[in-house]
């Protein structure tokens, strides 16, 4: 006996669910028809298995060739469907779905002849949650019942009822926890609500970046849980030291503000990709004879205002979805605001070949480099204690030698002091208010001689100011951190930082007067930070590569390629010629085989067996069957005794006839088999 199917309510709940999986996957992707007839395939199937097909043995062999097969037209699809600029392409979850659909067809037509039922179940899971992408309103529920059915269809038989309860039981208290918290926090969320929203306040926001900047605004950076929280990754393994992201200009009780106006406006001089090249000047970013261009990537994993954070020197950027930057003299550069929240850029970093042309290799234009009016403001209500700060570090009248000059030495004198007088504190004791002179953040902070990078940039800004020397106050990050095997440097929250530009000696030079911080303020990130930042960076550069790569280019051209092969008669040509082969050595395989079988029978074999078939055709009509196994010896004793019985009633007397002489050929048959 064949094995066949068990047909039950379970095989009907799993042809719903496949049917369900495949209208919901055709449905999300606007291929409804394609479901439909899925869905269709699935039935006819389901009716054949359960009816006139019960045996596995009959169903056809599952075919490998069909199933890798399928994924070359797949394959070609994908090529030809536009490419999309931002996000993913929906064609990447619909193709795997319909491929997995396709592969649940193929194993279901041929479960028990070399498809499998575990197969089935896992190919219609995957379908149904491929269908779940982007599922339109109203179609959830669909996917909701398809999980259920195949609950159901693939539970394994005989379960008591009670489990089924127990089950039903276990999802209602789940539901009703999920809807009793649900409550709880609708009731609560006023109580909660402040602190969660400061907490998403600190969590999605790089703290001291914003276009007003208020001193203090850092220490969020640095006190907070989430102070260890990589927000920049520069993939670049030797990385400049300072990152600038912001230079303000005019300070006021307590808050920077930003310049008002710009210096240049960059527009795109050519694209990568989707990314805009914005030069800072022309052909600066294109490699010649005498410079090597080097790009760097960076990702911004916070939202950055806007602002794009890159070293000093930096001749050109590379942004997305922009279609121009402004660029303030000094390098602060802005318009990132349309790539939303968090960002990608690129930054063009200029080195000389050789030291002769060093200098004039990657100049930028004097009106960009060239200090303003701005650069030498200081507010009236400040004067005085500024005044009182450059008495107290000797800063004027300063006597100077050949070797260094007037300017130069006061920045020496002003970060001697702060290391001799000041302390590195994350807080400014005496701070509560900024309303009057006594409780001003400056003042408060020359009088406790202690506080952070935010309060020594501010008053030596103002300072060198005071003295004639233009300054500005810069925001940004400073002292990448950089790990063995990480293809990329990273910037931590505690990592941002403020300091001073200042114009000395007819240029620009970086002053940093913030004493060096001390060993407990600069704990070293665990080991399991380490690694998982390395597994969620590669992983960033993977899905980069994929969205937004230069790969994108060989695709086009794929495209192209392909689109012109599909209109070519020879694609058709090679096409036919294929499946006559294929069909020529399928008739020839056959043949070969037929001419096989007959070349090792004997003519003596085939007369036996024609023999054989029209006696056990004469005893079936009188109710003789030989059962499967049943040896021929075997079956004739049987019939003997029952034709012996036959005879006594003097029934059937001509079928009796031709079963006795049936019976005399399978005797004769036991007779003959054992002499030859």
């Not at 102070?227 to 307590?254: C, I, T």
């Not at 990273?490 to 530009?501: G, L, N, Q, T």
């Not at 960076?537 to 192209?560: I, Y």
């Amino acid at each position: 006996m064949m094995a066949s199917e068990k047909v039950d309510i379970r095989y009907a709940f799993k042809v719903l669910f496949l049917c369900l999986a495949s209208v919901n996957l055709g449905h999300t992707f606007d291929f409804l028809w394609l479901g439909i007839l899925f869905a269709i395939y699935f039935v006819v199937i389901g009716v054949l298995n359960a009816t006139r097909r019960r045996e596995f043995a009959k169903r056809p062999r599952y075919n490998k060739i069909l199933a890798y097969g399928a994924i070359v037209p797949l394959a070609l699809f994908w090529v030809m469907t536009p490419s999309v600029e931002n996000g993913v392409s929906p064609y990447l979850i619909f193709l795997p779905g319909i491929y997995l659909l396709y592969l649940a067809a193929l194993q279901e037509r041929s479960r028990g002849n070399g498809g499998f039922e575990v197969f089935v179940a896992f190919d219609g899971v995957g379908a149904l949650l491929f269908g779940m992408y982007m599922e339109p309103h109203g179609w959830g529920f669909v996917g909701l019942v398809g999980f259920l059915l195949a609950l159901c269809a693939y539970s394994r038989r005989g379960t008591a009822p009670y489990k089924y309860g127990l089950f039903l039981l276990v999802i209602a208290a789940l539901g009703a926890i999920s809807y009793g918290g649900w409550q709880h926090w609708k009731s609560q969320r006023y109580r909660y609500g402040a602190q969660m929203a400061e907490n998403y306040y600190q969590r999605e926001r790089m703290m001291g970046f914003d276009p007003v900047a208020v001193l203090g605004s850092f220490g969020s950076n640095y006190n907070s849980r989430y102070n260890s929280q990589v927000v920049l990754r520069v993939w670049d393994k030797q990385p400049s030291r300072y990152f600038k992201a912001a230079s303000y200009e005019k300070y006021v009780a307590g808050i920077w503000k930003l310049p008002t106006s710009y210096a240049k406006k960059l527009y795109p001089a050519y694209y990568q990709v989707d990314y805009a090249v914005l030069e800072v000047a022309d052909s600066l970013t294109k490699a010649d004879s005498l410079r090597e261009v080097e790009q760097i990537w960076v990702q911004s994993t916070l939202n950055n205002f806007g602002f794009v954070f890159a070293p000093y020197g930096v001749v050109g950027f590379a942004a997305k979805d922009v279609d121009s930057l402004t660029y303030y003299a000094g390098g602060m550069v802005q318009g990132l605001d349309g790539n939303g929240k968090r960002s990608d850029w690129h930054y063009f970093k200029c080195k000389p070949l050789s030291a002769e042309n060093a200098p004039e290799a990657c100049s930028l234009p004097d009106s960009l480099m060239a200090p303003s009016e701005g650069d030498l403001m200081v507010g009236e209500r400040y004067l005085l204690l500024i005044d009182s700060v450059i008495a107290a570090m000797d800063l004027r009248d300063t006597a100077v030698s050949d070797s260094v000059t007037a300017d130069s030495l006061v920045l020496q004198k002003m970060l001697a002091y702060y290391l001799t007088n000041f302390t590195y504190s994350l807080t400014v004791p005496g701070i509560t208010r900024w309303g009057g002179a006594k409780n001003e953040p400056l003042a408060v902070f020359w009088r406790e001689k202690q506080g952070f990078c935010e309060y020594y940039a501010t008053l030596s800004a103002l300072v060198l100011r005071r003295l004639g020397i233009p300054a500005r106050y810069v925001t940004g990050f400073a002292n990448p951190e950089i790990v063995e095997g990480l293809p990329y440097s990273i910037f931590r929250r505690k990592h941002s930082h403020a300091w001073v530009e200042a114009y000395v000696d007819g240029r620009w030079v970086i002053f940093d007067p913030t004493p060096p911080i001390l060993p407990q303020f600069a704990d070293a990130p665990s080991w399991w930070s380490v690694k998982w930042e390395g597994v969620r960076g590669r992983f960033a550069r993977v899905m980069h590569a994929l969205k937004e790569g230069e790969w994108r280019r060989v695709v086009d051209s794929w495209q192209n390629q392909s689109t012109a092969l599909l209109e070519s008669p020879i694609l058709y040509t090679v096409l036919a010629i294929l499946i006559v082969g294929f069909a020529g050595r399928k008739i020839y395989i056959a043949y070969k085989l037929s001419f096989k079988n007959r070349a090792y029978v004997s003519a003596r074999s085939l007369e036996w067996t024609k023999k054989l078939d029209r006696a056990e055709r004469d005893l079936t009509r009188v109710g003789l069957r030989r059962e499967p196994g049943e040896t021929v010896g075997k079956f004739a004793e049987r019939c003997r005794i029952a034709l012996s019985h036959f005879a006594e009633n003097q029934i059937h007397l001509k079928k009796i006839q031709k079963a006795r002489q049936a019976l005399h050929t399978l005797d004769e048959y036991e007779e003959q088999r054992w002499k030859h």
